[in-house]
T-cell receptor, first 114, second 116 residues
Framework: AQSVTQLDSQVPVFEEAPVELRCNYSSSVSVYLFWYVQYPNQGLQLLLK??????LVKGINGFEAEFNKSQTSFHLRKPSVHISDTAEYFCAVTPMDSSYKLIFGSGTRLLVRP | DARVTQTPRHKVTEMGQEVTMRCQPILGHNTVFWYRQTMMQGLELLAYFRNRAPLDDSGMPKDRFSAEMPDATLATLKIQPSEPRDSAVYFC??????????????FGSGTQLSVL
């Protein structure tokens, strides 16, 4: 079985400051990893995904994430946030032996203040 | 832009009533997912279809929930009878992939259901 833990339910940060949203996962098999973003009153959008290769992956809107297998982590980072980045961010995993099952974390609300 | 369309956007109903939520996946997508989002449970997978066939509905309460794809352009999620604990946002998502590594889901805007 797989599980995803996002320890921070809310992260407040000032505009133009850097931010890191933490994600840890647990799985008995290898997984693919994803970050999704949900803007208010909208569905989720894919930010980035890690499938293989370089452990640092870049996504849309200036976000990047680093896969750390030994720490079973996939933290999301942005060097300088904008007000428009205020949203809910979900980390998710799919076991490699499954063709479909996305397991989501509980989400982290990023609140960017001017 | 191609998008997943869900109707209705909001639904308020009374306990015991039947609720039907509809989803139009992106044309050509062969996978459809139903997720439920609540504050307490987060995002839960309810059902998964591939090529209109239900492959996994283990996350769905069988006694009152049912999911179908009458054709490739329509997916439905029904609750009968509805209960207050069903209040949540229900998301439909579609994708086009044969393997997980290529999976990129497109989510609809959700149906906000309130059961009084």
């Amino acid at each position: 079985a797989q599980s995803v833990t996002q320890l921070d339910s809310q992260v407040p940060v000032f505009e133009e400051a850097p931010v890191e949203l933490r994600c840890n996962y647990s799985s008995s098999v290898s997984v693919y990893l994803f970050w999704y973003v949900q803007y208010p009153n909208q569905g989720l959008q894919l930010l980035l995904k890690y499938l293989s290769g370089s452990t640092l992956v870049k996504g849309i809107n200036g976000f990047e994430a680093e896969f750390n297998k030994s720490q079973t982590s996939f933290h999301l980072r942005k060097p300088s946030v904008h007000i428009s980045d205020t949203a809910e961010y979900f980390c998710a995993v799919t076991p490699m032996d499954s063709s479909y099952k996305l397991i989501f974390g509980s989400g982290t609300r990023l609140l960017v203040r001017p | 832009d191609a998008r997943v369309t869900q109707t209705p956007r909001h639904k308020v109903t009374e306990m015991g009533q039947e609720v039907t939520m509809r989803c139009q996946p992106i044309l050509g997508h062969n996978t459809v997912f139903w997720y439920r989002q609540t504050m307490m449970q987060g995002l839960e997978l309810l059902a998964y279809f591939r090529n209109r066939a239900p492959l996994d509905d283990s996350g769905m309460p069988k006694d009152r929930f049912s999911a179908e794809m009458p054709d490739a352009t329509l997916a439905t999620l029904k609750i009968q009878p509805s209960e207050p604990r069903d209040s949540a946002v229900y998301f439909c998502a579609s994708g086009l992939a044969q393997t997980a590594k290529n999976e990129k889901l497109f989510f609809g805007s959700g149906t906000q259901l309130s059961v009084l």
